[in-house]
């Protein structure tokens, strides 16, 4: 059964760019949620979805915004960046919302 | 607000040792609790879990604690293995609801050969 996979595994844009990152979920899952980790800060929610709707949200700014397509997989954009969104953004799926969550490799942003 | 908390950002440990990881949490609607494993260049893995019914669980060298009147859960590896060197997140949600997998900040545990 193939993981989590996400893309593009590492990028960097400059300041005021956006940039979208994309997570494709173990087949079968109809939950993704998104991470955002920094050092220092661990890992802290940013967004959850199932079957295309959005259950919870972050308290990130609206710059982070995500979608869920009818096959499941996710996107997640992040507009206007900042220095500050220097991370790596973890992208997890689960059977169902309250499962056990299966995390991919991460997507890992560098911002100039 | 932390609601789960690591306190301890790192841990170096003899290989063949104990290990014991922390977490407090401050959330008491926290009743599902997991331990999650992180390499470099990895995403995290689930290494075990505890529901608020018990106080203990055990997988081979891995024991979780939990405390609930303290509210506070322990990680314990047993006999540690160098391979076991990784970054170690707890996590915590309350069993009902569709709410989201709050996450501690991690413990880095280093064990020496």
């Known amino acids: 059964k193939a993981g989590v996979t996400q893309t593009p595994r590492y990028l960097i844009k400059t300041r005021g760019q956006q940039v979208t990152l994309s997570c494709s979920p173990i087949?079968?899952?109809?939950?993704v949620s998104w991470y955002q980790q920094t050092p220092g800060q661990g890992l802290q929610f940013l967004f959850e979805?199932?079957?295309?709707?959005?259950?919870n949200k972050g308290n990130f700014p609206g710059r982070f915004s995500g979608r869920q397509f009818s096959n499941s997989r996710s996107e997640m954009n992040v507009s206007t960046l900042e220095l500050g969104d220097s991370a790596l953004y973890l992208c997890?799926?689960?059977?169902?919302?309250?499962?056990?969550?299966?995390f991919g490799e991460g997507s890992r942003l560098t911002v100039l | 607000d932390q609601q789960v908390k690591q306190n301890s950002p790192s841990l170096s440990v003899q290989e063949g040792r104990i290990s014991i990881l922390n977490c407090d949490y401050t959330n008491s609607m926290f009743d599902y609790f997991l331990w999650y494993k992180k390499y470099p260049a990895e995403g995290p893995t689930f290494l075990i879990s505890i529901s608020s019914i018990k106080d203990k669980n055990e997988d081979g060298r891995f024991t979780v604690f939990l405390n609930k009147s303290a509210k506070h859960l322990s990680l314990h590896i047993v006999p540690s293995q160098p391979g076991d060197s990784a970054v170690y997140f707890c996590a915590a949600r309350p069993n009902s609801g569709n709410t989201p997998l709050v996450f501690g900040k991690g413990t880095r545990l280093s064990v020496i050969a």
């Open positions: 979805y199932f079957s295309e709707t959005q259950r």
């Open positions: 997890a799926s689960s059977f169902r919302v309250t499962g056990e969550l299966f």
């Open positions: 087949s079968g899952h109809r939950s």
